[in-house]
């Protein structure tokens, strides 16, 4: 199992001014990563900053809905720290309106953070990553496109689009780049401002999340993830009776 190590390059968590995010920068700085986090609130990444080991949060004001300043910081954080190695599509919104609450304008600037913002953050890293062939982007991701709760249009549009562009990734580029392995992660129900008040602590979250974001297996490349296990996908008929015959059983790897 190849692992992404400090040495490979600096890492960049979308949304690390709180929640998952906040957590996502303090496991992997424990574990001696430079980390580039990005968010709209400079004091929140202060906070966050204040969380790390010394000099090794670096704090990256940014809205990645904006496809030129997502090209800007990405290109400040190439000059100041060398190539991007991890990616961590984190940063999302959930204003919680009902669709006659929204304005077409409200929804699509929902779908600009949760969509947009994969699109420009995924885009600019792998400028590094298809150069040198090798790098790891891991979209935080969810099922609400499956089962929408109410108030959560924009959201749950988002959010399974974001599912489709890693599937879209993965078809584009692993083929001829194996080495650069992408995949999704639904980190559960957690303890944060957009989560539920009995969640899961963040913490022990990002301890699944940043094991996975390591793991540079072009075997992972595709795979879904749900807190520390996989999610596999389903199997037709014909497959199904292969597996039968075959007596082979493909069990969910565990984190």
């Not at 959010?159 to 995949?183: E, K, N």
């Not at 899961?200 to 974001?213: H, N, R, Y």
């Not at 390591?214 to 490349?221: C, E, G």
Request: charged share 25%.
């Amino acid at each position: 199992m190849t692992l992404i190590t400090p040495s490979d390059g600096i890492a960049i968590v979308t949304g690390a001014g709180s929640g998952l995010g906040r957590a996502l920068a303090i496991e992997l700085t424990g574990r001696g990563f430079s980390v580039a986090g990005t968010g709209r609130r400079v004091e929140a990444l202060r906070e966050t900053a204040d969380l790390c080991p010394q000099g090794l949060f670096h704090a990256e004001p940014l809205d990645v809905s904006d496809a030129s300043a997502v090209v800007e910081t990405f290109s400040r954080i190439r000059k100041r720290h060398g190539p991007i190695a991890l990616l961590i599509n984190n940063a999302a919104v959930y204003p919680q309106r009902d669709f006659l609450e929204e304005t077409p304008e409200s929804f699509m600037k929902s779908v600009a953070v949760n969509l947009g913002g994969i699109v420009n953050c995924s885009h600019a890293a792998l400028q590094d990553m298809a150069t040198s062939g090798e790098g790891r982007i891991l979209n935080v991701a969810t099922f609400a496109d499956l089962d929408p709760l109410p108030s959560a249009g924009a959201y749950s549009v988002s959010r399974g689009a974001g599912r489709i562009l890693t599937r879209t990734l993965v078809a584009d580029l692993c083929d001829r780049l194996p080495g650069i392995v992408i995949g999704d992660w639904m980190p559960g129900m957690l303890r944060t401002q957009m989560g539920i008040q009995d969640g899961l602590d963040p913490a022990q979250s990002a301890k699944w999340g940043v094991k996975l974001a390591l793991m540079r297996d072009p075997s992972l490349t595709g795979a879904v993830f749900e807190m520390d296990r996989e999610i596999l996908p389903p199997r037709g008929l014909q497959d199904k009776i292969k597996d039968l015959i075959l007596m082979r059983r493909r069990k969910p790897r565990r984190l």
